[in-house]
């Protein structure tokens, strides 16, 4: 998970980078997905990171690192980094549907490939 996480966010930069490079730039609702999806990331990175189990430890040990619901009294950290990193991951696909939409009318042969 961590590689995947990893190439998805090197492979934006340096795609949004190489369009910055060539003069393209990006529609106003490219930047708001880019900044939710930024927005979500860093909430989701800290639960994924905050460690409530051990896999090292037998299943009494590790119970013990278990903490209480901190959502609505239900959802436990593990729940809110899944409702996080769905919606980063859902941002990320919106940000990557509307990367290149001002590319929408300019003929093949005029668009730079790198």
Same mark, same amino acid.
């Given at each position: 998970?961590?590689?995947?996480?990893?190439?998805?966010?090197?492979?934006?930069?340096?795609?949004?980078?190489?369009?910055?490079?060539?003069?393209?730039?990006?529609?106003?609702?490219?930047?708001?997905?880019?900044? =939710?999806?930024?927005? &979500? %990331?860093?909430?989701? $990175?800290? @639960? !994924?990171?905050?460690?409530?189990?051990?896999?090292?430890?037998?299943?009494?040990?590790?119970?013990?690192?278990?903490?209480?619901?901190?959502?609505?009294?239900?959802?436990?950290?593990?729940? =809110?980094?899944?409702? &996080? %990193?769905?919606?980063? $991951?859902? @941002? !990320?696909?919106?940000?990557?549907?509307?990367?290149?939409?001002?590319?929408?009318?300019?003929?093949?042969?005029?668009?730079?490939?790198?």
């Amino acid at each position: 998970l961590n590689v995947l996480l990893a190439n998805l966010f090197v492979y934006i930069f340096y795609y949004a980078i190489m369009k910055w490079c060539h003069g393209e730039a990006f529609r106003p609702l490219t930047w708001i997905f880019m900044a =939710v999806m930024v927005a &979500f %990331s860093v909430p989701a $990175l800290y @639960f !994924y990171l905050s460690s409530v189990t051990s896999w090292q430890k037998s299943p009494s040990e590790s119970r013990q690192l278990n903490k209480d619901c901190i959502l609505l009294d239900f959802y436990d950290n593990h729940d =809110v980094w899944h409702f &996080f %990193s769905a919606g980063s $991951l859902f @941002f !990320y696909s919106m940000v990557l549907l509307t990367i290149d939409d001002r590319l929408a009318q300019t003929p093949r042969n005029k668009i730079i490939s790198w």
